[in-house]
């Protein structure tokens, strides 16, 4: 094969595996050309990511983009024994460190986002990729996640806005805990995970055998947010309870970019966990900057705050009963460095 057609080396899903796929020319002149050695499990986001600022170049840049998106996301798909699936999840960074979300079913083109804090970052990819927005998914009241809602429903009167905080912006529509609605074809789940604030709320979004949780600032890829709001029994139930018993392949989507800095806790307080360490040696990598989407299974084996229970932290923190563990785990990490 000819030497000016890059091959893309990533690896699948959360077991590793190594595949090759090659791409047009084209790519060596776009901004995508420096994702060719990204894994496969952030190659799909990274690709969204690029998609506002892709707006701004040519009309075939932005092809491109939308091309290696949809090949990507073929190409995970031949590896996977699940039914195919018509739920899109495209993260968008706003802010610092944060994410917003959109969530978009092909089927209809019906699409949700979740904490448009920068309104017009959502407003240029939904146009581009030709989808009605029907919904917003806030997951809690917090600025750099709900501090959007007055400028979007200023553009778009009507929407619906979910959430189970009266302290969020423009709510419409307060969820109970476990009720389903849908976005289209998909069906969505409001989970009641308070103890960031006591209006949080997870997303479990169910599309066929496809999954995928929104959980704001309750989860992060191996950690969670602090107790602004509640205990830490009020987390270990969010986490243990109800988050931990979601299928294993459910994807985790969440609100901040700081897996790297949770990993290299997650590695002080359990150094023998291998898990924790090939994921940090990943996560280490310059080229990878988006690590989101996780899994349940990862968070399992790697998120400290989910693993309470396991004895080399009982060890580490002196505490048998695992809401102490939590406790102390939280106070160190606050203090971190």
């Known amino acids: 094969m000819s030497s000016s057609i890059p091959f893309l080396p990533f690896l699948h899903s959360a077991h590793y595996t190594l595949v090759t796929r090659a791409f047009p020319p084209s790519c060596l002149s776009t901004p ?11 190659l799909t986001t990274l690709c969204s990511t690029q998609l506002l600022s892709l707006t701004k170049s040519s009309p075939e840049t932005f092809s491109f983009a939308q091309q290696v998106q949809q090949s990507s996301f073929l190409s995970l798909k031949r590896f996977s024994t699940t039914t195919p699936s018509t739920m899109r999840v495209i993260p968008v960074p706003v802010l610092e460190d944060n994410y917003s979300y959109i969530i978009l079913d ?5 699409a949700a986002v979740v ?5 017009q970052k959502l ?41 189970a905080d009266a302290r969020i912006p423009e709510i419409n529509y307060v969820v109970k805990d476990k009720e389903e609605f ?59 309870h109800i988050l ?53 299974g990862e968070e399992l084996l790697c ?3 989910l693993r309470v229970n396991e ?15 939590m406790d102390v785990l939280r106070e160190l990490k606050n203090n971190f460095k």
């Open 32 to 42: 995508l050309a420096r994702l060719k050695r990204q894994p496969a499990r952030t």
């Open 106 to 110: 092909e089927k209809t083109s019906e």
């Open 115 to 119: 904490d448009p804090v920068q309104p």
């Open 123 to 163: 407003m240029h990819i939904l146009q581009h990729l030709g989808a009605k927005l029907t919904s917003v998914l806030c997951t809690h009241h917090h600025w750099d996640h709900a501090g959007g809602n007055v400028e979007l429903i200023a553009k778009k009167p009507g929407l619906a806005v979910f959430g």
């Open 182 to 240: 849908k976005v289209g074809s998909l069906t969505v789940q409001a989970l009641w995970t308070h103890c960031h604030t006591k209006g949080s709320v997870s997303y479990y979004v169910k599309d066929g055998s496809d999954r995928a949780v929104f959980t704001g600032d309750t989860l992060f890829l191996s950690g969670c947010g602090r107790f602004f709001e509640g205990t830490a029994a009020d987390m270990y139930n969010s986490l243990l």
């Open 244 to 296: 931990a018993t979601l299928p294993v392949e459910t994807k985790v989507y969440c609100g901040h970019e700081y897996t790297k800095a949770n990993l290299k806790f997650a590695n002080h307080v359990e150094p023998d966990n291998a898990h924790v360490t090939q994921k940090l040696q990943w996560c280490m990598d310059e080229n990878v900057t988006v690590t989101v989407p996780g899994t349940i």
């Open 303 to 305: 998120n400290p705050f």
């Open 311 to 325: 004895p080399s932290l009982q060890a580490f923190t002196g505490k048998t009963d695992p809401i102490d563990v």
